[in-house]
C-alpha cells in the first residue's frame, strides 16, 4: 500500500523555522516527484516546492524562493522541507505527494491534479 506521512507541523513564531518530513512506504522515491504544497483556510491548494527522485532537481514557487529548502534522503525514503523566515501567511495545512512522471517542472509543482498520491496533512501555524 503506498502511503505519504507528513510530520514536523506545529506553531512557531514570525521568523523562526519548522522542518517538515514526508515519509513515503510502499515505494520508492528514486522514480517519483515528490511536491509540497499547502492550502490555508478558504484558498486552493498551491504549490511550494516540488523535488525530482530521479536527479535530485528542484523547484520553488516565489513564495518559497530563498526561504525555503528541499531535500531528499533516499535511503530513509524521506522527503524533507526547511522552512526559515517563517511569516504568518505561511500558516496553512502543509501536503506532500507524489508524481509517477518522477520531473519537476515550473507547471507541474503548481498542479495538483498531478501527483496520484497525497499524505493526510500537517498543521503548519505562524503566530505574528
Known amino acids: 500500500e503506498v502511503q505519504l506521512v507528513e510530520s514536523g507541523g506545529g506553531l512557531v513564531q514570525a521568523g523562526g523555522s519548522l522542518r517538515l518530513s514526508c515519509a513515503a512506504s510502499?515505494?520508492?522515491?528514486?522514480?517519483?516527484?515528490i511536491g509540497w504544497f499547502r492550502q490555508a483556510p478558504g484558498k486552493e491548494r498551491e504549490g511550494v516546492s516540488c523535488?525530482?527522485?530521479?536527479?535530485?532537481?528542484?523547484v520553488y514557487q516565489d513564495s518559497a524562493e530563498g526561504r525555503f529548502t528541499i531535500s531528499i534522503d533516499n535511503a530513509k525514503n524521506t522527503v524533507y522541507l526547511q522552512m526559515n523566515s517563517l511569516k504568518p501567511e505561511d500558516t496553512a495545512v502543509y501536503f506532500c505527494?507524489?508524481?509517477?512522471?518522477?520531473?519537476?517542472?515550473?507547471?507541474?509543482?503548481?498542479?495538483?491534479?498531478?501527483?496520484?498520491?497525497w499524505g493526510q496533512g500537517t498543521q503548519v501555524t505562524v503566530s505574528s
Open positions: 510502499g515505494f520508492t522515491f528514486d522514480s517519483y516527484a
Open positions: 523535488i525530482s527522485g530521479y536527479d535530485g532537481s528542484t
Open positions: 505527494a507524489a508524481d509517477g512522471w518522477g520531473f519537476c517542472t515550473a507547471v507541474t509543482s503548481k498542479i495538483p491534479d498531478a501527483y496520484e498520491y
